[in-house]
């Protein structure tokens, strides 16, 4: 009897460990009281018979940049719109070589000439295709002769999607 016991105290130790968060990382911040403080402040702001909202916030520094955003729409809202409408901007991303650029340009770097000196971005041409297809879907924005640079508020929409797409 002695030893089932401890055989099921054993497993259940396992399972908890299983289910139990990992603390975050020494570099991670401590999150703030309540694992879901921003669900809890979302939760507040809805009348209690609505279908809810959906709400994404984000600081962000890169390059030398500070990014604050929130955004949020309530779900009727995101149920009724034309989905179809989202497709030009949703598929500007649906390339590697685009997220790619992204992220270099998020990073730093800007011009034409330093993202050409990246490796298996393609060719001259290529590359401002690809330019083109971001800038006209609001990814990126011109900010000169030939440097681009991703527009502030889609800085944390744009990394929300990436953690999205990450699950």
Do not use: C, K, N
Not at 37 to 49: I, N, S, V
Not at 99 to 108: F, K, N, Q, T, V
Not at 134 to 152: D, E, K, M, Q
């Amino acid at each position: 009897m002695e030893e089932r016991i401890t055989a099921l105290e054993t497993q259940v130790a396992a399972l908890i460990e299983r289910v139990t968060p990992t603390p975050p990382a020494s570099d991670t911040p401590p999150v703030p009281e309540g694992t879901f403080w921003a669900l809890d402040g979302l939760q507040e702001r809805l009348p209690p018979d609505g279908t809810g909202a959906v709400l994404y916030v984000g600081t962000v520094r890169v390059a030398d940049q500070r990014y604050d955003w929130q955004y949020g729409r309530t779900v009727d809202d995101l149920l009724t719109s034309d989905w179809t409408e989202l497709a030009a901007t949703m598929s500007a991303l649906a390339h590697p070589v685009r997220l790619r650029l992204l992220r270099e340009i998020l990073g730093g770097r800007q011009g034409t000439g330093e993202l050409a000196e990246i490796e298996d971005l393609g060719t001259t041409g290529q590359l401002h295709h690809h330019l083109r297809q971001l800038t006209a879907a609001g990814w990126l924005r011109s900010t000169g002769r030939g440097r681009y640079a991703v527009p502030a508020e889609r800085v944390v929409p744009l990394l929300a999607i990436l953690a999205a797409a990450g699950r």
